[in-house]
């Protein structure tokens, strides 16, 4: 056999494991491809998505020594969470329960977790979080968790919230101006000036505030000094306006405004513009005194006094206590309305009307 008749035996390539190519999700700014959208683990059961290379790991931060990354680059660059594991299921749990062997066996790690909790006591490790965090921008995930858990909040809760936290402000501004001054709160400033006959707005310029700081907020601040403070002004001007009353009513043989209008309005009947021919005042003037004393008032007195006292006379001229007797005795027996009419002197639309037929 001649050596061209021998064919060359075939040679054995290794073989490649398949590895399915997967589509850019997003690119950095500085041109990095990113295999896994921004902001978000992807996890496969126990295996966890690598944002570099687009493959699959049970652990991406011992796989990131292969590109040369450390893993909080990593989560700052893709925008994850530095809380956000990058391992699957099985591997934490491996990890977890090798460390609780370590801190029952090793002194060193002991040592380490007392001093963590020492430091959680006291309060140091949530400051120093605080400070490492301070100027850092926010992860892309934790702005997405934000966003999720302000979604789930309604308008009128978030309302709310702002509505407290506006008030809780006030009040520390409200303090703050009362110390400046030597006053224990803002309530004690307000009734000490006022008695002295300051202003609203001077004890606010006074306070270093905007001059109408005080009357927009007081009732906020200190709800009792201004509804003392509105009770004392509000009477104040009741005396004033009162003061052109008095003299009349006094002719008239009244003690006060009150009593007058109780008399006029309520006793005898008379209308707002017969109240206001007798004193002189515009109808306006005297509905405002009717409101101001708590006299409530009636539309038409007169004539409805005069009406009621065509009633009783009616009913007191035939025996009967009211109207409605009267009626139905008379249409009972078969008379029209119109013989009612007659027989007690009232016209018939009157008759029909206190019927309750019109």
Same mark, same amino acid.
């Given at each position: 056999?001649?050596?061209?008749?021998?064919?060359?035996?075939?040679?054995?390539?290794?073989?490649?494991?398949?590895?399915?190519?997967?589509?850019?999700? =997003?690119?950095?700014?500085?041109?990095?491809? %990113?295999?896994?959208?921004?902001?978000?683990?992807?996890?496969?059961?126990?295996?966890?998505?690598?944002?570099?290379?687009?493959?699959?790991?049970?652990?991406?931060?011992?796989?990131?020594?292969?590109?040369?990354?450390?893993?909080?680059?990593?989560?700052? @660059? &893709?925008?994850?969470? /530095?809380?956000?594991?990058?391992?699957?299921?099985?591997?934490?749990?491996?990890? @977890?329960?090798?460390?609780?062997? /370590?801190?029952?066996?090793?002194?060193?790690?002991?040592?380490?977790?007392?001093?963590?909790?020492?430091?959680?006591?006291?309060?140091?490790?949530?400051?120093?979080?605080?400070?490492?965090?301070?100027?850092?921008? !926010?992860?892309?995930?934790?702005?997405?968790? #934000?966003? =999720?858990?302000?979604?789930?909040? %309604?308008? !009128?809760?978030?309302?709310?919230?702002?509505?407290?936290?506006?008030?809780?402000?006030?009040?520390? #501004?409200?303090?703050?101006?009362?110390?400046?001054?030597? &006053?224990?709160?803002?309530?004690?400033?307000?009734?000490?000036?006022?008695?002295?006959?300051?202003?609203?707005?001077?004890?606010?310029?006074? @306070?270093?505030?905007?001059?109408?700081?005080?009357?927009?907020?007081?009732?906020?601040?200190?709800?009792? #000094?201004?509804?003392?403070?509105?009770?004392?002004?509000?009477?104040?001007?009741?005396? !004033?306006?009162?003061?052109?009353?008095?003299?009349?009513?006094?002719?008239?043989?009244?003690?006060?405004?009150?009593?007058?209008?109780?008399?006029?309005?309520?006793?005898?009947?008379? #209308?707002?513009?017969?109240?206001?021919?007798?004193?002189? &005042?515009?109808?306006?003037?005297?509905?405002?005194?009717?409101?101001?004393?708590?006299?409530?008032?009636?539309?038409?007195?007169?004539?409805?006094?005069?009406?009621?006292?065509?009633?009783?006379?009616?009913?007191?001229?035939?025996?009967?206590?009211?109207?409605?007797?009267? &009626?139905?005795?008379?249409?009972?027996?078969?008379?029209?309305?119109?013989?009612?009419?007659?027989?007690?002197? !009232?016209?018939?639309?009157?008759?029909?009307?206190?019927?309750?037929?019109?």
């Amino acid at each position: 056999m001649t050596a061209p008749d021998l064919e060359p035996a075939p040679v054995a390539l290794p073989r490649r494991r398949s590895r399915t190519v997967r589509a850019v999700a =997003a690119v950095l700014p500085d041109g990095t491809p %990113s295999y896994g959208p921004i902001g978000r683990v992807v996890r496969d059961g126990d295996r966890v998505l690598c944002h570099l290379c687009g493959r699959w790991f049970r652990s991406v931060v011992a796989h990131l020594r292969s590109h040369g990354w450390h893993h909080l680059a990593y989560r700052e @660059a &893709f925008g994850l969470l /530095r809380s956000e594991p990058l391992e699957g299921s099985n591997t934490r749990s491996l990890r @977890a329960k090798a460390m609780t062997e /370590r801190r029952v066996h090793d002194p060193a790690v002991r040592a380490g977790c007392e001093l963590g909790r020492e430091l959680v006591r006291s309060g140091a490790l949530t400051r120093a979080a605080a400070r490492a965090a301070a100027g850092r921008r !926010q992860p892309e995930q934790r702005r997405r968790k #934000t966003l =999720a858990a302000l979604a789930a909040i %309604s308008p !009128q809760a978030r309302a709310e919230g702002s509505r407290r936290r506006a008030d809780s402000q006030l009040r520390e #501004t409200a303090r703050a101006a009362a110390e400046s001054l030597g &006053f224990a709160d803002i309530g004690a400033l307000v009734v000490a000036r006022t008695e002295a006959g300051a202003s609203l707005a001077a004890i606010s310029r006074e @306070a270093g505030l905007h001059k109408d700081w005080l009357c927009r907020h007081l009732s906020t601040v200190a709800p009792e #000094t201004a509804a003392d403070l509105a009770a004392t002004s509000l009477a104040r001007r009741h005396e !004033q306006w009162d003061s052109r009353w008095l003299p009349l009513v006094r002719e008239l043989g009244f003690p006060d405004v009150a009593a007058y209008l109780r008399d006029r309005h309520v006793v005898g009947n008379h #209308t707002v513009r017969a109240i206001a021919t007798e004193t002189g &005042f515009s109808r306006a003037a005297v509905e405002s005194a009717l409101r101001r004393h708590g006299v409530a008032r009636h539309p038409h007195a007169t004539t409805r006094a005069r009406r009621d006292e065509r009633a009783q006379a009616v009913t007191a001229r035939f025996g009967f206590a009211c109207l409605e007797d009267y &009626f139905a005795d008379r249409r009972a027996a078969g008379m029209s309305w119109r013989a009612i009419a007659a027989e007690c002197g !009232q016209p018939p639309t009157w008759v029909r009307r206190r019927a309750g037929l019109t």
